[in-house]
């Protein structure tokens, strides 16, 4: 798997890397594409903005397709949710590897 961390502006975090889309029927069944080790420790290192159980808010890209959603906290590492119209919008199925681009949101975390 890629991984590439970069801080690309004062207060913006971001992190690029590839995953496979994998299904959890948890309490709420969703695909998700865990957080590889070469940027676990950045995604980690943005607890400042945590809120809830550990959830972290990001901006996410999946090929052209732009959307809002939270990294969840899973077995010491994170996994992102891909959301059922961004997989449509990609032509993303389960089992698939895709790129991922995220940006840390910090709209109303403290200083």
Known sequence: MLGLVARIASGLFRVDFTGEVVYWRGPSPYHFVVVPEPVLDEVASWSFA??????LPVHGRLGRTEFRTSLFPKDGGFVVPIKAHVRTAEDVDLGDVVRL?????????AD
């Not at 945590?50 to 959830?55: A, I, Q, R, T």
């Not at 681009?101 to 975390?109: A, H, N």
């Open 101 to 109: 681009r995220l940006d840390l949101v910090t709209d109303g975390v």
């Open 50 to 55: 945590s809120y809830g159980w550990g959830c």
